[in-house]
């Protein structure tokens, strides 16, 4: 037990200490006790500073990549500190160690980006500043608009505003479930996925503990949303066999289509140049037509592609 354990509580919850994170785990919190009936006392939250929260003026593919939202978690839930991890889908690296398991997911948030300072892509200034730090949407942003520059925007919901304000950038782009969960939706614009495909994950809340672990992910697995599962598991299993890093710009959206699930994934160079994509329509839970969606794409990538992706 950690020296600032609950005595009372039943499940100890490690969330990042973010104003974003600490409402995920306050969610997850609620959700336990609607759930089991349990006095909110019975759910500790224990909060860290996660790598990524420590370095904003490098881009995260500079630094360590996703395992920096993770690894001190990693590390308290390894060593029993905590009973289970609070995580955003989107900042979890696919291949997960063994030791860990997703004990269930929360259902699904909007999964659309937001994009702050215009009211569409097509509606920001020419020549215009775009700041982020996410391949994805630079390479996404770039192909559409090849006459913005993008800068690194780093940082937590209230950060990244803030740089906006003092006009480091004209616009930039949020989650749209994140600005939803800090009750701040209207302070940007979703983008339609027709014209913007969102990140592999986005909009989940992913609740993990250790695979040897069955009284805590028993009580976890009370929350599953089965829906939301079958959706992440085949997108990330696209991203498996992609092969893909932090480095890696591709977009993702998997969505129901009446008794199937319809995929869409699209690749980008890094300069937004060359872009290629493709669908796929599967049944729950088969992922061989998304596993050749991968094969195809990788097939199909073009020189400025390919290097960002290994395969698998």
Do not use: Y
């Amino acid at each position: 037990m950690n020296d600032v354990s609950n005595s009372t509580a039943r499940i100890r919850l490690g969330t990042r200490n973010s104003p974003l994170a600490m409402v995920q785990a306050e969610e997850t919190r609620d959700r336990l006790c609607a759930t089991h009936g349990w006095a909110t006392s019975e759910v500790e939250l224990v909060p860290v500073v996660a790598s990524g929260d420590k370095v904003l003026d490098r881009p995260l593919s500079e630094i360590g990549g996703k395992a920096l939202w993770t690894k001190e978690l990693d590390a308290w839930l390894a060593e029993g500190l905590i009973d289970a991890s609070v995580h955003s889908a989107k900042d979890v690296e696919t291949e997960r160690p063994d030791i860990f398991a997703f004990a269930a997911l929360l259902p699904r948030a909007d999964r659309r980006d937001a994009l702050v300072g215009a009211d569409s892509i097509a509606a920001i200034p020419q020549g215009a500043v775009v700041g982020t730090s996410a391949p994805r949407r630079a390479a996404q942003l770039l192909n559409l608009r090849p006459d913005c520059t993008v800068v690194t925007f780093r940082g937590n919901v209230a950060t990244r505003l803030g740089k906006l304000k003092a006009r480091e950038a004209d616009v930039t782009f949020l989650a749209a479930a994140g600005l939803e969960r800090l009750g701040q939706s209207a302070v940007g614009a979703p983008l339609h996925s027709a014209d913007w495909i969102p990140a592999a994950g986005q909009g989940v809340i992913v609740l993990e503990c250790r695979a040897d672990d069955a009284d805590t992910a028993a009580m976890l697995a009370a929350l599953d949303h089965e829906p939301t599962r079958i959706e992440l598991e085949a997108e990330r299993a696209l991203l498996s066999k992609l092969g893909g890093t932090c480095h890696s710009p591709v977009a993702v959206l998997c969505e129901p289509d009446g008794d199937a699930l319809t995929m869409c994934a699209a690749l980008f160079s890094p300069d937004g140049a060359e872009r290629i994509e493709g669908e796929a329509r599967f049944a729950a839970g088969d992922h061989a037509p998304v596993l050749a969606l991968a094969a195809d794409l990788l097939e199909r990538a073009t020189p400025g592609i390919a290097p960002h992706f290994g395969g698998g």
